[in-house]
């Protein structure tokens, strides 16, 4: 009898590339913290941007992992109307709280700072476009690549798109504030 069994191991291996993940996003994080402190309400906006990534993506791995398991979804279809309703859910609701979270960064930049500036409502937006542009194929592919080779993505999956999902937003926040603010 092995004291380390499969999913034990799943378990395991998912937490290390996990760990890695939030190595990688902190320390493209802690580069780039010069740049992001300088603009107003930054820090009230990075902690839900980056949580939202891997709550949303974890999800959507949920329950496609379930339909799976259910047999609602077949393992070789991945263009059914299941999973695009869910792509459309996850992509919308990701949208949606990228607009909020800019609304309470413009809110406290105004109210708490006095400082008026609009423009920082735009970032999250853009930055929750281009991660779930990356983080959502990505989500679906790993899913099903996981369960075609047998193994149980509800498992794997939450660490793996956490981590992925910090990198990603990450990336994208900064990818954003070039855009926006070209001077950077």
Same mark, same amino acid.
């Given at each position: 009898?092995?004291?380390? &069994? ?19 996003? @902190? ?9 992001? %402190? ?16 891997? &709550? ?7 329950? =496609? ?8 979804? @077949? ?27 800019g609304i309470v960064a413009f809110a406290f930049n105004y109210f708490a700072m ?8 735009? =970032? ?7 991660? &779930?542009?990356?983080e959502i194929p990505l989500t679906i592919f790993c899913t099903f690549y996981f ?7 509800? &498992? ?16 994208? %926040? ?9 001077? %950077?």
């Open positions: 009898m092995s004291i380390f &069994n499969s999913k034990f191991k799943e378990i395991f291996s998912a937490q290390v590339v996990s760990i890695f993940g939030g190595l990688i996003a @902190g320390t493209i994080l802690v580069i780039y913290t010069d740049k992001i %402190l300088l603009i107003p309400g930054m820090l009230i906006l990075l902690p839900g941007f980056l949580e939202m990534r891997g &709550n949303i993506s974890g999800t959507l791995a949920a329950r =496609i992992t379930s339909g799976l398991f259910l047999k609602v979804i @077949g393992q070789d279809k991945i263009n059914t109307r299941i999973i695009r309703q869910n792509i459309w859910a996850s992509f919308l609701l990701a949208i949606f709280i990228s607009f909020v979270l006095g400082i008026f500036l609009p423009k920082i409502i735009w =970032i999250p937006i853009i930055a929750g476009i281009i991660a &779930n542009a990356i369960f075609r080779k047998g193994h149980d993505p509800d &498992n794997i999956m939450g660490p793996f798109v956490t981590s992925a999902g910090d990198v990603t937003s990450v990336l994208a %926040l900064l990818i954003a504030l070039v855009l926006i603010w070209p001077i %950077l």
